[in-house]
T-cell receptor
Framework: SQQGEEDPQALSIQEGENATMNCSYK?????LQWYRQNSGRGLVHLIL?????REKHSGRLRVTLDTSKKSSSLLITASRAADTASYFC????????????FGKGTMLLVSP | DSGVTQTPKHLITATGQRVTLRCSPR?????VYWYQQSLDQGLQFLIQ???????AKGNILERFSAQQFPDLHSELNLSSLELGDSALYFC????????????FGDGTRLSIL
């Protein structure tokens, strides 16, 4: 079953605009990670935020985490056509293992 | 390039057959994870190996099995294949068994006819 659920399912914006994707999860976590998947390729790790962190930045990416609401958001600023991809959140849950549970993803289309 | 190599890239076979998917993890990584990605189920964790030992099991069918060899490469064996097994199968690796990023290969696309 999916632990994380991304919202929206699909997002279409113009180059230069910001893109915000949200993720909700059900159980307590140690970390939450965001991944990107280009069509037909494997997932690429973007950023990891620990449960005791509230915000993290990496280049044009900003991730927030609200453990009280069991939710996270990924903001991509000044989007580029190359950002077109599917974005997934992944949580490690409270199983005691390092395995990840992925949501179904948000498909982002950035038009030139 | 993630450093994780999966072969073959594509596999077409018939129902009832058996196939083996292979994964070479990133150099130095001890953990290997297998995932199945399909349109209806999304990305599902199947199984994890750490330094040759099975570490965690997810939604892996009894018809599926995996192993990790002393050189740390891993194989996923799928038998008695059904149409519903058609999917992308990904291997990922990480340095150890902690909470850290996983590095994914480009997957094997399995088509069952």
């Amino acid at each position: 079953s999916q632990q994380g659920e991304e919202d929206p399912q699909a997002l279409s914006i113009q180059e230069g605009e910001n893109a915000t994707m949200n993720c909700s999860y059900k159980t307590s976590i140690n970390n939450l990670q965001w991944y990107r998947q280009n069509s037909g390729r494997g997932l690429v790790h973007l950023i990891l935020i620990r449960s005791n962190e509230r915000e993290k930045h990496s280049g044009r990416l900003r991730v927030t985490l609200d453990t009280s609401k069991k939710s996270s958001s990924l903001l991509i600023t000044a989007s580029r056509a190359a950002d077109t991809a599917s974005y997934f959140c992944a949580t490690d849950g409270d199983s005691g293992y390092s395995t990840l549970t992925f949501g179904k993803g948000t498909m982002l289309l950035v038009s030139p | 390039d993630s450093g994780v190599t999966q072969t073959p890239k594509h596999l077409i076979t018939a129902t009832g057959q058996r196939v083996t998917l292979r994964c070479s993890p990133r150099s130095g990584d001890l953990s290997v994870y297998w995932y199945q990605q399909s349109l209806d189920q999304g990305l599902q964790f199947l199984i994890q190996y750490y330094n040759g030992e099975e570490r965690a099991k997810g939604n892996i069918l009894e018809r599926f099995s995996a192993q990790q060899f002393p050189d740390l490469h891993s194989e996923l064996n799928l038998s008695s294949l059904e149409l519903g097994d058609s999917a992308l199968y990904f291997c990922a690796s990480s340095m150890n068994d902690g909470y850290q990023p996983q590095h994914f290969g480009d997957g094997t696309r399995l088509s069952i006819l």
